[in-house]
């Protein structure tokens, strides 16, 4: 009986870490994949990408908002100014839409002060992660010392504290990379809220399995953060 459960949870991990490893690998493609579906659909309100962009500036923002030009799926938001490639500035297909309503979105978190305690957060603990690889070093310095007894048998406890410091650090990573998965789940959900406001709801359902799929990249960075150690994924930067 016991032999079956310890398998099933064998076999459970075992689908669990594949599941997560294929996530960290392909969700980058997957989302490419989204993109390009996305942009074959023509929003039907016929309405211009930056009328959308004024329309909700004005209505949600104070109109505070300026738009900028940025390299292809670097489309991002930062205080006063959403940044867009050509691609997206260039059509009005619901890839377009939607990620612009995205940005938009993080312009309302912004002006909610949502983003800035989460990017607060975020710089508190980008300092945390300089000393990662540091006190991976010394704990195993220490260890190998204590254990080969060229110092006092002691200095190995020491060396397993520092190297749990270190775990700490790791975990923290991890964490922020799932806050900054509530953070782009959050600023989608404003936007979906925009696109309602012009589009049919099919197109909105259309909109939102793209912004899902953009928002599984989020993942793969934090599985490819949690999973690096196994050499089965890409290389993630701890803190970014
Ligand atoms: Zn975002």
Redesign the pocket.
Known sequence: MWLYIVIGIGVLFFLIICFCLAVANFSFDNFKEKRKEAMSYRASNGMDIRDFVAIINERYLDGALQVTRCEEYRD??SPGIIALSSSTLGSNSLASFSTIA??LG?GLQFKKGELNKHWQRKSKNRIFGRFFLPLIIVGIVLAVLGLLNIVPFFVLYIGVGVFALAFLIFLIACYTKYREIKI?KG?SNYGLEFLKECMTKEEVKICNEFLNSARLTYWGSLFRTMLGWTMLTQKEKMFN
């Open positions: 991002h938001f995205h940005e993080h782009e600023a």
